[in-house]
Structure formats: structure tokens, C-alpha cells
T-cell receptor
Framework: TQLLEQSPQFLSIQEGENLTVYCNSS?????LQWYRQEPGEGPVLLVTVVTGGEVKKLKRLTFQFGDARKDSSLHITAAQPGDTGLYLCAGLDRGSTLGRLYFGRGTQLTVWP | GAGVSQSPSNKVTEKGKDVELRCDPISGHTALYWYRQSLGQGLEFLIYFQGNSAPDKSGLPSDRFSAERTGGSVSTLTIQRTQQEDSAVYLCASSPELRAEQFFGPGTRLTVL
């Protein structure tokens, strides 16, 4: 069962453009994490959002957690080629005491110079 | 190194053979997770170890898959009688405690011919 739906699946843009990727679910999560994965490497955590409505900024990246804690978005301002990678969202099961994460399929972002 | 390491980085095997994949977690991390990442798919949870507790095996896709963790450190994922659909990248992650950030290794790319 795919609990988290990410869109778009692929995104190809020019350097300097802005973009938003979405992570949606019908389930409520206690927290939601965003990871970036580069070829041949494991995912690296970018941010964890915990509170409904929470907004976190990481340089040019802005993350938002929906009020109902079912969805999230990642906005990148003035994208750069170094932002290229697979962006994954992962929800922490509200009922899990073990820290089990449910991952979306990811958004493959390519930023052209 | 201080990160999670996995070996081998690549494994090519013939259908029907057994394979062992190894994960060395970050020293001191009590939680260890195995995930599988197939092309175009998100990360699929396989199994979880926490300290000396019984592992959560709920994500293992079949009884051909097993894993153990010796001495609360190194873990081995074994796939018996491999099938072509087992081809994927197998990722290991460790965490300092329950529900904390997970640190991923680079993965083992398994190809079953």
C-alpha cells in the first residue's frame, strides 16, 4: 500500500526557476521527513516537520506541513544544478513506537545550467 | 568512517543462488533498518532491529528473506533462492534511538540474472 503520494514524479527545469513538489496522504502522521538522494548514495535527511501548519526554511528550501498533518510541500527558490536529485518524503507512523517510516516514490528533480 | 557502511556495493548473481548483504551501522546506534528500493519505487521497509528486542519482520516479502544482527552491531540480510524480482538496491539505516533521525548507507545494488 502506497500511503504517500508524491507529485510530480519527474521535474526538469532551468537554473533560476522556482518549483514546488508535493507529498499527500489520506493518513495522519506524527511527523514527516524530507530526504534527498543522489545516485549511488543513500537518502540524506533534509528536514523533519512535526506540528500541523509548521513551516521550516533551509536556505532556498521551504518545507510546509499541512494543518491536518496529512500532506507536505517542498518549495525551492532559484533552483541550482546542485539541487538535482531524488526528493523523498517519509511519514512516521503515528501509532508506531518503533520509528517505522513510510516513503513516497520520490520526485526526480533535474536542474539544467 | 563515521557513517553507515554496506558491502558489497554491487552484487550480480544467478537466479536460484543465495546472497548475503552486510551492514555496519554507526557505532552506538541501537536501531537498525533494512529497506529495498526498486526502480521507480520508494523505499520499502523490510525489517527493523532495536537493541536486544525481537526484530520487526513485518516488511519481509517472503520467507526467502531473513536478517540477523550480531552483538547489537553488524547486520546481515540473506536472500535465499534469489529471483529476478529481487533485483533492487538494498539500503540499511541506523538510528541512535527510537523515532530519531535515520542515517542511511550507500546501499547494495543487487542484480539477479
Amino acid at each position: 500500500t502506497q500511503l504517500l503520494e508524491q507529485s510530480p514524479q519527474f521535474l526538469s527545469i532551468q537554473e533560476g526557476e522556482n518549483l514546488t513538489v508535493y507529498c499527500n496522504s489520506s493518513s495522519v502522521f506524527s511527523s514527516l521527513q524530507w530526504y534527498r538522494q543522489e545516485p549511488g548514495e543513500g537518502p540524506v535527511l533534509l528536514v523533519t516537520v512535526v506540528t500541523g501548519g509548521e513551516v521550516k526554511k533551509l536556505k532556498r528550501l521551504t518545507f510546509q506541513f499541512g494543518d491536518a498533518r496529512k500532506d507536505s510541500s517542498l518549495h525551492i527558490t532559484a533552483a541550482q544544478p546542485g539541487d538535482t536529485g531524488l526528493y523523498l518524503c517519509a511519514g512516521l507512523d503515528r501509532g508506531s513506537t518503533l520509528g517505522r517510516l513510510y516513503f513516497g516514490r520520490g520526485t526526480q528533480l533535474t536542474v539544467w545550467p | 568512517g563515521a557513517g553507515v557502511s554496506q558491502s558489497p556495493s554491487n552484487k550480480v548473481t544467478e537466479k536460484g543462488k543465495d546472497v548475503e548483504l552486510r551492514c555496519d551501522p554507526i557505532s552506538g546506534h541501537t536501531a537498525l533498518y533494512w529497506y529495498r528500493q526498486s526502480l521507480g519505487q520508494g523505499l520499502e521497509f523490510l525489517i527493523y532491529f532495536q537493541g536486544n528486542s525481537a526484530p520487526d519482520k513485518s516488511g519481509l516479502p517472503s520467507d526467502r528473506f531473513s536478517a540477523e544482527r550480531t552483538g547489537g552491531s553488524v547486520s546481515t540480510l540473506t536472500i535465499q533462492r534469489t529471483q529476478q524480482e529481487d533485483s533492487a538496491v538494498y539500503l540499511c539505516a541506523s538510528s541512535p534511538e527510537l523515532r530519531a533521525e535515520q542515517f542511511f548507507g550507500p546501499g547494495t545494488r543487487l542484480t539477479v540474472l
